[in-house]
């Protein structure tokens, strides 16, 4: 029998679909896997519906249909006084998954190296190792989680192309300040770096925290993309849209990979996500503040559970330190309260490598984009559990 590629095959199943079966098998309720348990505004909806109905539905431009690229650069004026050229500057992929994993095939060539902080989100580094470039890692610590300069400046040598960095941050709640910002840039001038930004979560910051695009600092947008997801921003993540947006060089980049991946994105789809992006204030008022009652009310569960919560300022999702109430790792732990307490979550150690070593297996996560009487319930099951 022939092997297969190790670096997809050698892994196990990603971690978000294996804790939502198991939550499923236990009849869990699921704050694993980050995902709305209501589906964003109706309106978006309809129009994807009426756009399937009235077609064409046909393939799109490669880049994505010049009414959501329109819609994408005039997203990037209203929030962060951006401006975009949609022609040149926009490309719509199909999920910020495949616009990452689009960005590393652009960018990165073997014996490039890419630098990755950890915790990170799952797909960076099957995706970056793919390419046959290798990662150096920079591991935040506990219980700040903040990026230091020394650490990242020993992560850099003259091979390194690119660095990724995830702001708001899954799973760590936590958003860069400009402080942090800064370093990243500075090291991107001194050494000539790209920064993909993953910025799925720009529109989930809370407690009136402004969200800042790394390219907005000065000489950055020349090296930087970043890259959204309207799964996140309208709620709906079986829609499978993101967009990226930064200098023409670097788009052209992305979309030459991007047109040998997914090729397009469903035509319907991105009609309706251009009509979101039309959406006004209110939605975005109201979206966060929706948000913001249901990280506080899990925060108030899982601390009344026994929980050492950290604080969340961004993203679905609280990570809370489990040694107050157990002394297992973070992995048995998730799966005993799935099929115990009937409570799924995430164990941190997932979002990070194998090479790492001795990462913290004591934290969980929990994800709070659920309705009020789920989260109450859950937080009530995990109590009874614990006690
Ligand atoms: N990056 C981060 C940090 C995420 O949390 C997610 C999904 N939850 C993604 C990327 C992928 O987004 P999408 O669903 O648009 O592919
Ligand atoms: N990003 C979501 C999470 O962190 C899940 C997305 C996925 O399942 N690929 O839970």
């Known amino acids: 029998m022939r092997s297969f590629n190790p670096i997809f095959s050698g892994r196990e199943k990603s971690i978000f679909p294996t804790m939502s079966a198991l939550a499923r098998e236990a009849g869990a309720i699921n704050l694993g896997q980050g995902f709305p348990d209501e589906d964003g505004p109706k309106e978006i909806l309809s129009v994807a519906a009426d756009a399937t109905i009235e077609g064409p539905n046909q393939y799109a431009p490669v880049e994505g249909i010049p009414e959501l690229r329109e819609a994408i650069a005039r997203d ?20 910020a998954t495949e616009g990452l ?19 990170f989100y799952e797909c960076y580094a099957p995706q970056i190792e793919a390419t046959g470039a290798t990662i150096e890692f920079v591991s935040l610590e506990p219980p700040g989680w903040r990026l230091d300069a020394a650490a990242l400046e020993k992560a850099i040598s003259p091979k390194t192309k690119l660095i990724v960095i995830n702001t708001p941050h899954n799973p760590l709640g936590k958003v860069m300040d400009r402080n942090e910002l800064e370093i990243i840039a500075d090291a991107a001038r001194r050494h000539d770096l790209i920064v993909v930004c993953d910025e799925v979560y ?5 407690d009136d925290r402004p969200h800042i695009p790394l390219m907005t600092l000065p000489d950055m947008f020349e090296r ?13 993540t079986g829609f499978r849209i993101g967009y990226v947006t930064g200098p023409e060089r670097l788009i052209t980049a ?14 319907p789809l ?8 039309g959406l006004g204030d209110d939605y975005y008022r109201r979206f966060v503040a929706d948000m913001q009652a249901k990280r506080d009310l899990l925060s108030a569960g899982l601390q009344d559970a026994g929980f050492d919560v950290a604080p969340c300022e961004g993203t679905y999702f609280v990570t809370v330190d489990i040694r107050p109430v157990s002394a297992e790792d973070d992995a048995a732990f998730c ?46 099951r995990l109590k009874g559990y614990l006690r």
Request: charged residues 20%.
């Open 224 to 236: 930087t993309i970043r890259i959204g997801s309207a799964g996140k921003t309208f709620s709906l």
């Open 76 to 95: 990037n004026k209203r929030f962060y006084d951006l401006d975009i050229d949609p022609e040149t500057q926009t490309l719509v992929v199909s999920g």
């Open 270 to 277: 991105q009609k309706a996500v251009a009509f979101g992006f």
């Open 335 to 380: 799966c005993e309260i799935t099929s115990e307490a009937k409570v799924a979550a995430v164990p941190l150690s997932a979002f990070y490598h194998p090479a790492i070593d001795n990462p913290p297996r004591y934290y969980a996560r929990f994800c709070f984009c659920k309705r009020h009487e789920v989260l109450t319930e859950a937080s009530k």
């Open 101 to 119: 994993a689009a960005a590393f095939l652009g960018f990165l060539e073997p014996g490039d190296e890419a630098v990755l902080l950890a915790p």
């Open 254 to 267: 992305v979309m030459k990979a991007h047109q040998h991946l997914a090729y397009t994105s469903p035509v």
């Open 202 to 206: 720009e529109h989930l910051i809370f």
